[in-house]
């Protein structure tokens, strides 16, 4: 248990459909992401939050639109997706500390969902 | 391109030997790196980290290898366990605060009984 849980686990959705991925993390974080996992890819950042603000936006189409109310929770909104956006969305937080070797910043990851667009 | 690479896709080991996975990066503005480990069905864990200023980092069974002007880092597990059969990626970022890391594509090891 790493303390980041997301919802659903698995999700199966028409191109039409609006579905939402949810994100909570119980660390006391002040910093969460969005990252996708294509098959044979490597991770792919999407979005970065900090206290809140969108502050990183990888050139993600707009049919992802992330939504942070506050610091605990992050959202993954899906509307119209196209089956090329099948993959593991992982959501992961971090917050800055200092530690004997300097200031660090490990990123803690949820389980992921994963999506199949059909 | 990839800036992060780990051109081995697999790698099998036998239990009690040491596992050597590899990661090479292309930007040499990364100064920070780490491993994660990753289970099926569950999310990556953080493993081990290295800054630019250090050459090797330790921490129990696992070693960090950097080597700046081959841009290459490398993971040495020792020694090898069943348990340590995951999907290991390597990961860079400008400064240790950085947020946007850059992975590498893993490194499936098995650890054969």
Redesign the interface.
């Given at each position: 248990e790493t303390g980041v849980t997301q919802t659903p686990r698995h999700l199966v959705m028409g191109m039409t459909n609006k579905k939402s991925l949810k994100c909570e993390q119980h660390l006391g974080h002040n910093a969460m992401y969005w990252y996708k996992q294509s098959a044979k890819k490597p991770l792919e950042l999407m979005f970065v939050y900090n206290f809140k603000e969108q502050t990183e936006n990888n050139s993600v189409p707009s049919r992802f639109s992330p939504e942070c109310p506050n610091s605990s929770h992050l959202f993954l909104h899906l509307h119209t997706l196209q089956p090329e956006d099948s993959a593991l969305y992982l959501c992961a937080s971090s917050t800055r500390r200092t530690s004997s070797r300097g200031v660090v910043n490990i990123q803690y990851f949820g389980a992921g969902t994963r999506l199949s667009v059909l | 391109d990839?800036q992060?690479k780990q051109n081995s896709p697999s790698l099998s080991v036998q239990e009690g030997r040491i596992s050597i996975l590899n990661c090479d990066y292309t930007n040499s503005m990364f100064d920070y790196f780490?491993w994660?480990k990753k289970y099926p069905?569950?999310?990556?864990?953080?493993l081990i980290?290295i800054?630019s200023i250090k050459d090797k980092?330790e921490d129990g069974r696992f070693t960090v290898f950097l080597n700046k002007s081959a841009k290459h880092l490398s993971l040495h597990i020792v020694p090898s366990q069943p348990g340590d059969s995951a999907v290991y990626?390597c990961a860079a970022?400008v400064k240790?605060?950085?947020?946007?890391?850059?992975?590498?594509?893993?490194t499936r090891l098995s650890v054969l009984p």
């Open positions: - | 990839q992060v780490l994660y069905a569950e999310g990556p864990t953080f980290s800054s980092n990626f970022s240790d605060y950085g947020q946007n890391f850059v992975f590498g594509p893993g």
